[in-house]
Antibody, heavy 121, light 113 residues
Framework: EVQLVESGGGLVQPGGSLRLSCAAS????????MHWVRQAPGKGLVWVSR????????TYADSVKGRFTISRDNAKNTLFLQMNSLRAEDTAVYYC??????????????WGRGTLVTVSS | DIVMTQSPDSLAVSLGERATINCKSS????????????LVWYQQKPGQPPKLLIY???TRESGVPDRFSGSGSGTDFTLTISSLQAEDVAVYYC?????????FGGGTKVEIK
């Protein structure tokens, strides 16, 4: 089955760190751009970061630049998001999403179910 | 950053009737090199992740019912559900991919009247 499964979310104190993972299966992970998108409770979608197939290109939203790092392990079909210096406003469900085959850095054609990150003391 | 503005915030439509959602970008998302509009529509049902509906502003994703259609060019776009079904209750988002950062509209909630 083609799917993405996120993990690693949880409760963390302000200033803390968390590492999210996204396990891909059912498709050739190493060929695709991958994205992270987040959604605060009851709010809309916000793009966070993306990386190309070999991690040579990575881009970030200004709100997370310098604090978050996207990476991937193509041998293990896994995408990561290292989140440091977390703030209350980072509280959200974090979705892993696959870039489309026709325009990988553009839009996503496959999404995981998300993992909730709560930043609170 | 390109700001995406959707309207209305919510709408209630009777079953079988037409639903129209608007999306306006703060600058054109029409790329002159290929004459394509860099705009996508997603559907998000309660408790679920987003689902791709339409890309390049008007190309329906495989498996998406043909009652969903996208139109528009430049800065003004529309998602139309020609005959609303109960399973279409959801929040709909537009997103531009013309430039980084990728940006989403605020969403439009569609309900049954």
């Amino acid at each position: 089955e083609v799917q993405l499964v996120e993990s690693g979310g949880g409760l963390v104190q302000p200033g803390g760190s968390l590492r999210l993972s996204c396990a891909a299966s059912g498709f050739t992970f190493s060929r695709y751009w991958m994205h992270w998108v987040r959604q605060a409770p009851g709010k809309g979608l916000v793009w966070v970061s993306r990386t190309n197939s070999d991690e040579s290109i990575t881009t970030y939203a200004d709100s997370v630049k310098g604090r978050f790092t996207i990476s991937r392990d193509n041998a293990k079909n896994t995408l990561f998001l290292q989140m440091n210096s977390l703030r209350a406003e980072d509280t959200a469900v974090y979705y892993c999403a696959r870039g489309s085959s026709s325009c990988g850095n553009c839009y996503s054609d496959l999404w995981g179910r998300g993992t909730l990150v709560t930043v609170s003391s | 950053d390109i700001v995406m503005t959707q309207s209305p915030d919510s709408l209630a439509v009777s079953l079988g009737e037409r639903a129209t959602i608007n999306c306006k970008s703060s600058q054109s998302v029409l790329h002159s090199s290929n004459s394509k509009n860099y705009l996508v529509w997603y559907q998000q049902k309660p408790g679920q992740p987003p689902k791709l509906l339409i890309y390049w502003a008007s190309t329906r994703e495989s498996g998406v019912p043909d009652r969903f259609s996208g139109s528009g060019s430049g800065t003004d776009f529309t998602l139309t559900i020609s005959s609303l079904q109960a399973e279409d209750v959801a929040v709909y988002y537009c997103q531009q991919y013309y430039s980084s950062p990728l940006t989403f509209g605020g969403g439009t909630k569609v309900e049954i009247k």
